[in-house]
């Protein structure tokens, strides 16, 4: 590839990706075009532009997208059926009632981060977010208390776990792409993401909860409070269930801890179980019978649920494969060998820039899923070149950084808006202001882990 403008070949490549990711931002967030095509479009001009050969072109895109979604389409359609099945049984309402129930309505936004933060593990944020809106209105409603006082802590909660704690996805290409430690990163992620959303959460809540008072759409609020399940399942046989995968996720790391070489049959068979989609598989098939046939539903409603819960995870898993692509086109074209030498030379804390780079990119994008697949890209190299570095802290950092600064652009942030029947002003003021306390107080947080750990 000949430099542009007399520039070093590290500094074209550079330029090359600033006007591929300008090229991205503005067609996805001036002219609103489909992110998946915008990813395509933008991993094609990039190959091009950097001096790779058009068929090079192609593989890296078609195996950056094929490798990315290898594990990660597995674990979001199981994922979705674990949260479709504790929506259906009224699993999650249990949840809440008891947790309301325990802390009373004084601290009844505690208990709502903690509902949040639970729910959160199995599902995809806009996921949760659908499954949790007649809970917050119901409590709300209950409690006579303001709505964004009920609703924040959970998103809170809901957010933390999308970014920080495996086995989401988001975190999960992380893991994979930074070759990190699936234990210790769930680990770190709880001593950093607790304190996290509380701040965010309970205490940011009860500010802005008194300044801003909204009331749940009419129509929204009817039909969710019409919505019973006489047959609810317990809150121990709920949580459990919610809670079987990072159990076996856990039991998996312990025994490669424990044993590495993997002598014993105990360990490999620990292995097995606690790899994320086989864990994931057995919660889902276990949740079947606790939250399903258990329940009183048929063979025939737990198809349907099984079924149509699948249908909106399409889009979010393309432009995840399409995020996988670009980053793909960036290593090969030796862009993130260029952005490794440039942060290396420049003594930037890793971590930092791990951070930096996945908040630039859900900035510019609106996603935290295109921020982290992307961002996971970039920093794979500079990683490698910085020995050291503790690889789960970096996962989070870029996790944090992919939550910052929710705003137009993001579709959370309109459903958000829609759901909490507020005017852009209001979201802005609310719910981009807890997004950016959580990814900011995060990165505080995994700074101060990094002097001990």
């Not at 058009?54 to 890296?60: E, K, L, R, T």
């Not at 992620?189 to 802005?208: N, R």
Request: charged fraction near 10%; charge should be neutral; glycine fraction near 10%.
């Amino acid at each position: 590839m000949s430099t542009l403008f007399g520039l070093s070949h590290n500094a074209t490549l550079l330029v090359w990706t600033l006007i591929a990711i300008i090229f991205l931002i503005v067609l996805i967030s001036k002219y609103k075009w489909n992110p998946f095509i915008t990813l395509l479009l933008s991993a094609l001009m990039l190959g091009l532009l950097t001096g790779m050969k058009p068929a090079d072109v192609i593989s890296s895109i078609t195996g950056g997208l094929g490798g990315t979604l290898g594990t990660i389409a597995i674990v979001i359609a199981l994922g979705t059926m674990l949260g479709k099945m504790m929506a259906e049984s009224g699993g999650a309402e249990r949840i809440a009632t008891t947790l309301v129930d325990r802390f009373g309505v004084k601290r009844v936004h505690w208990a709502m981060m903690i509902v949040g933060f639970i729910v959160g593990i199995p599902v995809f944020f806009e996921v949760g977010v659908i499954l949790m809106i007649p809970i917050i209105f119901t409590v709300a409603r209950k409690t006579n208390m303001s709505l964004l006082q009920i609703g924040i802590p959970i998103l809170a909660g809901l957010s933390t776990v999308h970014g920080l704690v495996p086995p989401h996805p988001a975190p999960m290409i992380a893991i994979e792409a930074f070759s990190a430690d699936l234990g210790k990163t769930i680990l770190y992620s709880l001593i950093v993401g607790i304190p996290t959303a509380i701040i965010a959460g309970p205490l940011f809540g009860k500010f802005i909860g008194k300044r801003i008072h909204t009331e749940p759409p009419a129509e929204l609020a009817e039909q969710f409070a019409t919505k019973t399940n006489s047959n609810m399942p317990g809150f121990g046989i709920t949580l459990f269930t919610i809670l079987l995968p990072v159990i076996l996720m856990l039991i998996g790391s312990i025994a490669s801890i424990i044993d590495p070489n993997a002598t014993s049959g105990f360990t490999v068979f620990s292995e097995f179980i606690g790899h994320e989609i086989i864990a994931l598989l057995i919660s889902v098939v276990f949740a079947l019978f606790s939250l399903g046939f258990a329940r009183g539903f048929t063979k025939h409603d737990i198809s349907r649920f099984t079924s149509e819960c699948l249908a909106p995870t399409a889009t979010i898993i393309l432009i995840i494969g399409g995020g996988g692509a670009f980053k793909q086109v960036l290593i090969n074209s030796g862009v993130g060998n260029a952005i490794a030498e440039v942060a290396t030379h420049a003594n930037i804390n890793v971590i930092l820039f791990a951070w930096l780079v996945s908040g630039l990119i859900r900035v510019a994008t609106g996603s935290a899923t295109v921020a982290m697949t992307t961002a996971a890209g970039i920093v794979a190299p500079v990683l490698a070149l910085t020995p050291g570095a503790n690889i789960e802290l970096v996962v989070l950092a870029t996790g944090a950084g992919s939550l910052i600064l929710s705003h137009v652009n993001d579709a959370g942030f309109w459903m958000i808006k829609e759901f909490f029947n507020m005017s852009v002003s209001q979201t802005l003021k609310t719910w981009t202001v807890m997004e950016t306390l959580l990814s900011v107080v995060g990165l505080i947080f995994i700074l101060l882990l990094s002097t001990v750990v």
